[in-house]
């Protein structure tokens, strides 16, 4: 085709001479261009958006702050939360630009680091993204539960959790096998929905509010290791660890941002766009997320009477205070974008896998994983696979103990500090690397290398932090699991890794690819 810089593809406002800019970058960094650019600026934000979902996390994990320090946990814990988050969303954004691929994490901590340290953070974050999945979609499942699970007879125990975890994930999967023309749709439809939806729910709680005082939005209360709220936090530890441990919440949220990034060689004007994702998709769903939460603290007919309900306090609030037809309508919308989340997450997982594995990451099954689909344009084989992980996690953890405690509650809650230290890893690194030989330009979304540097200093920072709050009780176990992970990786990588793993293209490699790029985009049928 000819560069005319006026023809248009499927995507509005793409000219040629934007598709020929984004397949230079990838081919820059040694990848054929097989995935195929069919997300907007819109589908990209609304992939985080959709993973982020304030309506699942936000509401599943609710007693978290109700239990803990009480209102003030939502009116100010849910905004600093959020600038925790937003301060990681910072730092991806300014590499993002820089190296738009799928998997980047992985990718840019090869680049800005080594090898180790790019198999680490690949690492970290398949892991997390695994455990991610399901708990969003067991989420899901005691969503359903609290809401229909008396009208529909179902029953809280091991086999009907696996069931509907295998069912819902296995509808999101042949939805994400389909092609991302498909997903891209339902994720920008989510988009909308979580908004209409959080909006209502909004609306709906302060007209079903007795008496509105504000002032529970900034009042502080120990909740913690008190009836019914022992089954959220059973220690009593005092106001201000109680009020740490509320930050979870919003961080456990606003997180899985890192989906712009996954889905860059199938999104338009990556350099631009997918930094962009990262950043408005936190800045949105913090917003929309407080007001909503807000608006539910005030709705609440008694704050003690809620710590007591422990993780059930979302379904007994609406139950005293929500006109019955209101709230069969508003389960509904939430379970639906429940569902769309999980369907996001999906995709992000799957680009993870794919991504990773076209670097042979993943040993004797990388060349399955990396394999995309000529007809679909998608790594169906990382689909699946992404899938059935999270399924078999749900399923194996869910039937064995440790002291007494679920493995998968225990596993659960390393969630977040695997995903936080896969976004700290090349964090960190370009903290170094930044304007020296490992990064020596910037994408065209540009920060600055100061400010970069600062808040690569506090993702630094706020990384310990949520170390030391996710370790603590109940979730104890977690330090013990984090170490132990990364002994075994460390382990792992000298054993055998250290050897085996090449990590991403680098210098002459690229250039000797270019023949291979050729063949493999011509075999999906991309047009040079």
């Given at each position: 085709m000819a560069s005319t810089g006026r023809k248009r593809t499927a995507a509005a406002e793409y000219t040629e001479d934007d598709?020929?800019?984004?397949?230079?970058?990838?081919?820059?960094m040694g990848y054929a261009q097989e995935l195929e650019r069919r997300m907007s600026k819109f589908s990209n934000f609304a992939i985080?958006?959709?993973?982020?979902?304030?309506?699942?996390?936000?509401?599943?994990?609710?007693?978290?702050?109700?239990?803990?320090?009480?209102?003030?946990?939502?009116?100010?814990?849910?905004?600093?939360?959020?600038?925790?988050?937003?301060?990681?969303?910072?730092?991806?954004?300014q590499i993002s630009s820089a190296y738009?691929?799928?998997g980047g994490l992985y990718h840019w901590g090869s680049i800005l680091g080594n090898r180790f340290t790019g198999w680490l953070s690949a690492w970290l974050n398949l892991l997390g993204l695994v455990t991610v999945l399901g708990a969003i979609n067991i989420g899901t499942f005691y969503f359903v539960f609290g809401a229909f699970g008396e009208r529909l007879g179902l029953e809280d125990n091991l086999t009907t959790r696996v069931v509907f975890m295998a069912l819902i994930t296995g509808a999101q999967a042949l939805i994400n096998h389909f092609g991302i023309g498909l997903t891209a749709k339902l994720t920008d439809l989510s988009g909308y929905l979580i908004f209409a939806t959080a909006i209502a729910l909004t609306i709906a709680c302060l007209v079903a509010a007795k008496d509105i005082d504000v002032s529970r939005l900034w009042t502080f209360h120990d909740y913690t290791g008190g009836e019914g709220s022992d089954a959220v936090w059973p220690k009593t530890v005092g106001i201000g660890m109680a009020f740490l441990l509320g930050l979870l919440l919003p961080v456990y949220t606003i997180t899985g941002y890192d989906a712009s990034a996954h889905t860059s060689e199938e999104t338009v004007k990556a350099a631009r766009n997918v930094p962009s994702g990262m950043v408005s998709s936190v800045l949105w769903s913090g917003l929309a997320g407080w007001v909503m939460l807000s608006a539910f603290v005030l709705m609440i007919p008694n704050m003690d009477q809620a710590a007591q309900q422990g993780w059930n306090v979302f379904f007994w609030a609406m139950d005293e205070r929500m006109n019955h037809a209101v709230r069969d309508i508003l389960y509904v919308l939430i379970f639906v974008c429940q569902f769309l989340c999980g369907l996001a997450t999906v995709t992000s997982v799957s680009r993870m896998l794919f991504a990773f594995s076209r670097d042979g990451g993943i040993p004797g099954v990388s060349k399955a994983l990396a394999r995309v689909s000529p007809k679909r344009r998608v790594p169906i084989g990382s689909i699946w696979v992404a899938g059935t992980l999270a399924t078999l996690f749900v399923w194996f953890t869910?039937?064995?103990?440790?002291?007494?405690?679920?493995?998968?509650?225990?596993?659960?809650?390393?969630?977040?500090?695997?995903?936080?230290?896969?976004?700290?890893?090349?964090?960190?690194?370009?903290?170094?690397?930044?304007?020296?030989?490992?990064w020596p330009h910037m994408g065209p979304w540009n920060m600055g290398i100061l400010q970069f540097k600062v808040i690569a200093v506090l993702s630094i920072v706020a990384m310990a932090l949520l170390i030391f709050i996710g370790v603590q009780p109940p979730n104890d176990y977690a330090l013990e699991i984090t170490i132990g992970f990364i002994v075994l990786a460390l382990v792992i990588w000298f054993a055998v890794e250290r050897r085996r793993f090449q990590g991403p293209p680098t210098g002459d490699i690229i250039a000797a690819r270019e023949s291979a790029i050729r063949a493999a985009e011509e075999a999906v049928g991309e047009k040079s």
């Open positions: 598709r020929h800019e984004d397949s230079k970058t990838l081919h820059g985080s958006f959709s993973i982020i979902c304030i309506l699942s996390g936000g509401i599943n994990s609710l007693g978290q702050a109700t239990s803990g320090a009480g209102g003030a946990a939502i009116g100010i814990g849910w905004p600093i939360g959020v600038l925790i988050s937003g301060v990681f969303a910072l730092g991806l954004a738009p691929t799928a869910s039937s064995i103990t440790i002291a007494g405690t679920p493995a998968y509650s225990i596993v659960v809650s390393c969630t977040v500090i695997f995903l936080f230290l896969s976004f700290t890893v090349p964090i960190a690194l370009g903290l170094v690397a930044i304007g020296g030989p490992k």
